[in-house]
């Protein structure tokens, strides 16, 4: 049998779509604008330069102001702390996002905690994370919400689950377990040291792949019908395609594993559209908040 195909970019659209009607409504009724602010420093990570023009440019077509702060890389972590100060104190600013990797010579995890937490629409700061591994509402992660989205959406209840999330970053690994045991489902989180970890997987009734591995996960590490996320983005070499040529894949056998699970996200074209329309809806709720209105519905857990 073959599965079913979750779509992200359909997903992502109708995201989209309802952060756009949450800003206009905010606009009309009480002429406020969600900003977001987005802060890239040098260019350790030569992709970083295209998602934050990307994040840019859905950032306007929802209807929300984009800040874009370019700095180099020589940046000193004062002047980088002062930026980001002025932008907690900035009221049209509703978030803000600092690109990373930071330069080596930055301390990610300082910078990233001065970041106000109510603004903190990456949801990386320590009290955010704290909130979301307590069950209290908190900014969430941009990836993982759009994971979580995508199993509420395809399963109804997750309660009483098996999931298996193989990886364990704190980008990715450890707020997708934190979401899906805060949606009553019970989790195991697998990592490179997990023994067993395919039979681990083939008992799963979810599989969330957060690993940076090409195509690691494969059919027989997956139980018949079971739903799973591939949140894995690899470049490989692809010399089908001509010489020096490329092509993404994800932490999936996609090939195999499409044949035997139920449901399952393609990449590219599954969880990765999800990120940026997660980062818009987390940047509208960051503004409703702040300004003591109901919170949008439907674009956070
Ligand atoms: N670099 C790669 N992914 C992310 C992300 O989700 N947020 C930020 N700030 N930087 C990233």
Not at 76 to 95: F, M, P, R, Y
Not at 126 to 135: E, F, K, Q
Not at 188 to 199: G, P, W, Y
Not at 247 to 258: E, I
């Amino acid at each position: 049998m073959s599965a079913k195909i979750i779509d992200g970019k359909v997903f992502a659209a109708s995201i989209r779509e309802k952060v756009s009607t949450y800003v206009a409504k905010i606009k009309e009724e009480h002429g406020i604008t969600p900003g977001l602010a987005v802060i890239l420093v040098g260019d350790k990570d030569p992709a970083s330069e295209i998602y934050v023009r990307n994040k840019g440019k859905q950032t306007v077509e929802v209807g929300m102001n984009s800040f874009e702060h370019k700095l180099s890389g020589d940046t000193s972590e004062e002047d980088l702390l002062k930026l980001i100060d002025e932008l907690n104190n900035d009221a049209s600013v509703h978030g803000i996002l600092c690109q990373l990797p930071l330069p080596d010579h930055l301390n990610e995890d300082l910078v990233i905690n001065a970041i106000a937490p109510d603004k903190d629409v990456d949801g990386f700061h320590i009290s955010n994370v704290g909130l979301l591994n307590t069950g209290q509402k908190s900014m969430v992660p941009c990836t993982p919400l759009g994971c979580l989205m995508m199993l509420r959406d395809h399963h109804g209840s997750l309660s009483g689950l098996n999931a298996v999330v193989v990886g364990r970053s704190n980008i990715v690994g450890k707020p997708v377990a934190n979401l899906l045991l805060n949606d009553s489902c019970t989790v195991t989180i697998a990592h490179s040291r997990t023994k067993n970890i395919e039979a681990l997987c083939a008992a799963a009734d979810i599989v969330v792949a957060a690993v940076g591995r090409p195509e690691m996960i494969k059919a027989d590490w997956i139980k018949e019908g079971a739903t799973v996320i591939d949140v894995g983005i690899n470049r490989i070499p692809a010399p089908e395609r001509g010489d020096g040529k490329m092509r993404l894949v994800g932490d999936v056998d996609f090939a195999s594993v499409s044949q035997k699970a139920g449901a399952i996200t393609p990449v590219p074209g599954g969880v990765g559209p999800m990120t940026i329309a997660c980062l818009l809806a987390n940047t509208v709720t960051a503004c409703y908040r702040v300004n003591g209105l109901v919170e949008p519905k439907g674009l956070t857990v």
